[in-house]
Each structure stands twice: as C-alpha cells, then as structure tokens.
C-alpha cells in the first residue's frame, strides 16, 4: 500500500469515512435507510468526478454481504457483460448475491443497456451504475424505470479540507502551504477529492525544509483544474440556462459570470451570440426596441474582430439586456396568436380588406368598403382586420414597463377611438 497513491490509501473502509453525501450516507439519508431495512434497490449514482461513486459501490457491497464485480463501460463489450451475469446466476444458485458495478454506464449504447434489464428485474444482480452525464439523456427510460437515480454532490470546501487532513495525518506531516494556499488549492480542485488528493501528493513529494507556499507560489507548482464544460453536454446546457435566467432576471453581474464560465470553458462565441439576439426579442421585446439592434450588433461586432476582442463586445451586449427592462408580451402574443390559427382553420380574410385586381373579384365585392387609414382623422379608420367569424382578439398587452408603457397608450387610445367610431 505504500507504493499506492495517496487517493488509494485513503480510499474510505467504510460508508461513515464518505465525506460529502450525507444526504445519501447520513443517519436518515436514503442509502443509510435502504441498509437499515436489508433492501438495497438497484441505483444509477450521478455525478461528477472524484466524489465517491466507485468507493460507495463497493462499500454497499460490503455491508449488503453482496459480491462485488466491477466493469467499466469504456473497456467492456457485450461478452463481458453475458460472463458477469453467468456468473452471477451461478453464485445466485450457490446463495451468494451479487452487486455489478458498472462505472460510465452511459457509455454503453442503447442495446447493451436493454441487456441489463432481466437480471436486474429478476434479481440475478443488484446494478449500480456510475455516469457524470444526466441520466435522464444518457439512459434508457427502460432502465431508469428499474434504478434508483442518486445524485451526488460536487465536494464543498469543509469535505475537501476534511480530505486535506487524513492526508497530513497519513503523512505524518502538514502541507507545505501557508493558509491562503489551502483555500486556493481547494479551489483548484474543484470539488473533485480525487484530483485534491493528487495535488496533495504532489506537494508532499517537496523536501522537507520547503518553505510554506503561498497562493501564487503554488499555483505555479500545481496546474489548475480545467472546468467541468463539455459543449455538446449537460454542462453547455446548464451554464447557458444560467446566463439566459441570470439575464431575465436582471442580474447583469451573474450574467456576466456565466458568459465567462462559458469563454473559460471553450464555448464558441457565436452560439452565446445567437442565444442573446433569442433573449432580447423573447424577454424584453418592444420594452427596449433597441435591445434587438445592440444584441445584433455585438453578434456582427464578434464576426468582425473574432475573438479574444470581439468577446469584449458580446460582454457589452450581455449587460445592455441585463440592464434593460423586460416583457415577454411579443413572446406570449405570438404564441396565442399560434393557438387561435390553428383553432380557427382556414378563416378567410374579411372582403373589405382584399384586393380585387380583376372585374369578377370586384363584383364579389372584394375591397368593398374599405377605408385608407391614411386619409381618417387621426389616419385610424378603426375598422375590424380579424375574419368574418372570429371576434376581435387581444394577443398582444404590453407591460407597464420601458417603452412598453407608451404602447400602451397607443393602443387604448385607438381602442377608444374605434369604439366611438363604430357607434
């Protein structure tokens, strides 16, 4: 075991050493519960690397009297599934359950997936799976539907320092940083215990006369984590969820936070653009006319530069919209508009508004009666635009907000004026 890395001879013995999930290893977490009552249900554990999910697994085991076999996803084919359930049917009629790990269970294809129904329904395995990716994409409903879905958590500050001192005890000496550095090199790892524990050893393999580094000198010891951020992922879609929500809800400084996660993480510039344009016509509209135009012009200002300058002008766009006042009115408008096409069918316009380019047209009284706006007082005629059949609809009502609040008066003046010219 000396000659095993750090993050190996600390591995917890046992489920209480798990630090982070006492949601899950608590006195009243669900798989404390699922242990007391002797019926550990078949889980998919969901979560980031380097907190627990290979070490849970196999102290389950341990405590349910269950063999342990562990396959990975990424090295495993379809005979090495067939093995590992003869196997476990044959241990099964010996007495002797079964506990299958499968470690990136989201890597295996949708057929291989379905493999594991059977024997997980009929208990010839007890399946805990592993996957960093959201299940509810990566899995097939078939298996969610016969798992339990746990989610772990990233490891907070007190976990990772918690982590930072079985490893000085295990040592049998204090890291060579000064308090800041500690901060800073539990920030690094990014909530990863794993990736903690290495750096750790890493620092503990200076001599021993090192003198305690602080936060600058240790980063350039140590190399910092790269972000969690896969573009085609989960995590694209959380952090631009996060950015657009930071933005509705007129936090310019998270929003900008969130924009530059998604830079720092290799986000293409272009997709955040387009996602602003999106913003500003669904969430703030008419209320500020000229959001569309900034958004476009940040878009077309990035086009121009490329980056790293042209990201300084999507910045600028970012907190224009934050900035700005909101209404989703176009948004609902357009979509109760939707709702009424599709309700009302094939509704022809009515006559007085048609054009009648023929004699025939004219003689079924196409544009009969039709009065130019332009030459009515107040260039309003008033008239009704919505078919024969349908009454006057109103999609659209503007908020009381920015530049909406003049549209309003707009429309209740023509409102009034075309009540009193259909009297």
């Known amino acids: 075991m000396e000659s095993a890395p750090l993050a190996d001879r600390l591995r917890p013995r046992l489920l209480a050493e798990v630090v982070g999930q006492d949601h899950l290893l608590g006195p009243q977490g669900v798989l404390t519960r699922m242990l007391d009552r002797g019926s550990l249900a078949s889980l998919i554990l969901w979560g980031p690397p380097g907190v627990g999910k290979t070490t849970i697994a196999r102290l389950l085991a341990e405590r349910a009297k269950l063999q342990f076999v562990q396959l990975s996803a990424v090295f495993s084919g379809v005979a090495d599934l067939k093995r590992a359930f003869e196997q476990a049917a044959q241990r099964r009629a010996e007495g002797q359950g079964t506990l299958l790990f499968v470690d990136e269970i989201h890597r295996f294809n949708r057929a291989q997936q379905d493999g594991f129904l059977p024997v997980v ?73 794993r990736y903690l524990l290495n750096m750790a050893e890493q620092l503990f393999a200076l001599p021993d006369d090192t003198a305690p580094l602080d936060p600058a000198g240790l980063s350039d010891l140590l190399a910092r984590r790269a972000a969690l951020y896969d573009k085609d992922r989960e995590e694209h879609y959380n952090l631009i969820s996060a950015l657009h929500k930071s933005l509705r ?28 344009v999106r913003f500003a016509v669904e969430d703030i509209g008419l209320a500020d006319p000229t959001a569309l135009p900034q958004a476009l012009a940040a878009w077309e200002a990035y086009e121009r530069l490329g980056s790293p300058e042209g990201e300084l002008a999507i910045a600028q766009a970012v907190l224009y919209l934050g900035t700005a006042p909101k209404s989703n009115a176009a948004y609902t408008a357009l979509g109760e508009a939707r709702r009424a096409a599709r309700a009302t069918g094939s509704l022809m316009p009515p006559a007085h508004i048609l054009n009648a380019p023929t004699k025939l047209m004219k003689q079924l009284g196409y544009g009969a009666g039709y009065a130019y706006d332009h030459e009515a007082e107040d260039a309003f005629s008033g008239q009704d635009y919505f078919p024969d059949g349908l009454a006057r609809q109103a999609f659209y009502r503007p908020r ?21 010219r259909r009297q």
């Open 121 to 193: 329904e009929n208990g010839t395995v007890t399946l805990v799976g592993a996957t960093t990716e959201n299940p509810s994409f990566a899995l097939n409903g078939a298996l969610l539907s016969r798992c339990q879905v746990l989610v772990l958590r990233r490891l907070d500050d007190a976990a990772l320092n918690r982590l930072l001192d079985r490893a000085e005890a295990e040592a049998g000496r204090g890291l060579p940083v000064a308090p800041a550095a500690r901060a800073v090199l539990c920030a690094m790892a990014d909530g990863d215990g």
């Open 249 to 276: 809800g007129s936090d310019p400084d998270a929003a900008l936070y969130w924009y530059a996660r998604m830079l720092t993480g290799g986000e293409d510039p272009r997709y955040i653009a387009r996602r602003l």
């Open 400 to 420: 009381e907000r920015g530049f909406e609040r003049e549209v309003t008066k707009r429309l209740a003046y023509w409102s009034k004026l075309r009540q009193e």
